[in-house]
């Protein structure tokens, strides 16, 4: 996995993905792929749990902060 992803994503993504590539022999692309929907999703969630204004540039929503208890909600 491109190392700016790990930088860029919480660990339950991480080791998610990480999972994925290692122990279900995902290729590389098939995990980017994994990622970018997470991401996509992850920020949806942020803006739709009011964690994030409505009208704030999509694209530099941070997903660092989410954790597996926003991920229990």
Same mark, same amino acid.
Request: proline share 1%; no cysteine.
């Given at each position: &996995? $491109?190392? $700016? #992803? !790990?930088?860029?994503?919480? !660990?339950? /993504?991480?080791?998610?993905? =990480?999972? &994925?590539?290692?122990?279900?022999?995902? =290729?590389?692309?098939?995990?980017?792929? #994994?990622? #970018?929907?997470? @991401?996509?999703? !992850?920020? !949806? &969630?942020?803006?739709?749990?009011?964690?994030?204004?409505? *009208?704030?540039?999509?694209?530099? %929503?941070? %997903? @660092? *902060?989410?954790? /597996?208890? &926003?991920?229990?909600?």
């Amino acid at each position: &996995m $491109a190392e $700016a #992803y !790990f930088d860029e994503a919480p !660990f339950v /993504i991480k080791d998610f993905l =990480s999972y &994925m590539e290692t122990i279900k022999g995902k =290729s590389k692309n098939t995990v980017h792929e #994994y990622y #970018y929907d997470l @991401r996509l999703f !992850f920020r !949806f &969630m942020k803006v739709h749990n009011g964690l994030e204004e409505n *009208d704030k540039d999509f694209e530099k %929503i941070e %997903i @660092r *902060d989410i954790d /597996i208890d &926003m991920l229990k909600k």
